[in-house]
């Protein structure tokens, strides 16, 4: 499974080879496909071809912005502007119309990417305001998934890969393609195992071309310093010149 791809078409590219090596039979994409800028059109146009070969979507908060009105900051709106000039209208309407909850595996796995309340809360971990995120109370997270009656729940959205049991079911954070939050800038994917009610999960840190993605953005964004030194650190210390705003928008 992927999250938070946040336009960053050459970490996708690199995550996609060892997923494709792996040879899952379902590939699941947790959403934010597009907001970041390292070639968001390609990012977008890769994952419209995994969808259209069964990928399992669900929309992330980022795709919320791309409603009417859903911008909620002077960058976000200039970011926003850009995108939509420099990217196929329908790859953007079929994003923003994804659920926000999606399942599989005959009910058994739900995905969303915050929570399947919202697209921008959490459940696993919760942000502190300092910088870091803690683990969410186990008494909340069992009383937000008991009445889902799933084996497994997957999310996105902290970019902080981990995994907990709660009661009898399995809830599993992907992590993030882009845009690290603890220093260490490869790309993350999971993968998930079945074997009857058993779950196996495989957090995976994919190397990539950073470098090169810098390098485009730079040369067709005026985003360029801001996607640099995200990339390059793997924390949040820099937000994109405002195109990731962080977990509650």
């Avoid at 078409?9 to 090596?21: K, Q």
């Avoid at 954070?173 to 009857?196: E, I, Y």
């Avoid at 990539?208 to 964004?221: K, L, N």
């Avoid at 360029?224 to 405002?242: I, K, P, Y």
Wanted: with cysteine; proline share 5%.
């Amino acid at each position: 499974m992927i999250s938070d791809v946040h336009g960053n078409a050459f970490a996708l590219d690199a995550v996609l080879r060892e997923v494709r090596a792996a040879g899952p039979d379902l590939i699941v994409n947790l959403g934010d496909q597009a907001e970041g800028s390292a070639d968001p059109a390609r990012a977008l146009a890769v994952q419209a071809e995994l969808a259209a070969a069964g990928a399992l979507e669900v929309r992330g908060n980022n795709e919320e912005k791309l409603w009417p009105g859903g911008r909620r900051s002077a960058l976000s709106r200039h970011y926003g502007a850009w995108l939509a000039a420099h990217t196929d209208p329908a790859l953007l309407a079929r994003v923003a119309a994804l659920p926000l909850t999606a399942r599989a595996l005959d009910g058994a796995l739900l995905a969303c990417h915050g929570t399947p309340d919202s697209a921008w809360h959490s459940l696993l971990w919760v942000w502190d305001h300092g910088g870091f995120y803690r683990a969410r109370d186990p008494r909340e997270l069992r009383a937000a998934l008991d009445p889902l009656g799933a084996e497994v729940v997957l999310c996105g959205h902290t970019h902080r890969a981990g995994t907990t049991r709660v009661g009898d079911t399995l809830l599993v954070n992907a992590g993030s393609v882009s845009d690290q939050v603890d220093g260490d800038p490869r790309a993350r994917w999971t993968l998930l195992t079945r074997a009857g009610r058993d779950w196996d999960v495989r957090f995976r840190a994919t190397p990539y071309d950073i470098e090169a993605a810098v390098a485009w953005a730079a040369t067709h964004t005026p985003f360029g310093d801001g996607e640099a030194q995200l990339l390059r650190t793997g924390t949040m210390d820099a937000r994109g010149d405002g195109v990731w705003e962080g977990p509650q928008g």
